[in-house]
Nanobody, 121 residues
Framework: QVQLVESGGGLVQAGESLRLSCAAS????????MGWYRQAAGKQRELVAV???????TYADSVKGRFTISRDNAKKTVYLQMNSLKPEDTNVYYC???????????????WGKGTLVTVSS
């Protein structure tokens, strides 16, 4: 059974930084694209940043230059370094991973349960 567990959320003031982590647990699989999404109450979940297994990255325009996504393939972990945080970054942040079971054709998408980031002005 694959699980994604996020950590690192919290309450900070505008201009400060946070680092989110998401670790995949379980055995018998490899991981393709990993990413971070966020969702405010009453709104659709939106992409924040994604990273391929080879390290190619994509960012939402709203976070470019402030957030950095990275991953440690050996640890099956993806990170999101968030700098210069703004009140509008306040959201629940969800980890996402494309799971490729060994010996099985096809991929599955898994989500973490989310971690709350609150940025006060």
């Amino acid at each position: 059974q694959v699980q994604l567990v996020e950590s690192g959320g919290g309450l900070v003031q505008a201009g400060e930084s946070l680092r989110l982590s998401c670790a995949a647990s379980g055995r018998g699989f490899s991981i393709g694209v990993m990413g971070w999404y966020r969702q405010a109450a009453g709104k659709q979940r939106e992409l924040v940043a994604v990273i391929t297994s080879g390290g190619s990255t994509t960012y939402a325009d709203s976070v470019k230059g402030r957030f950095t996504i990275s991953r440690d393939n050996a640890k099956k972990t993806v990170y999101l370094q968030m700098n210069s945080l703004k009140p509008e970054d306040t959201n629940v942040y969800y980890c996402n991973a494309e799971i490729v079971p060994i010996g099985v054709v096809g991929r599955m998408t898994y989500w973490g349960k989310g971690t709350l980031v609150t940025v006060s002005s």
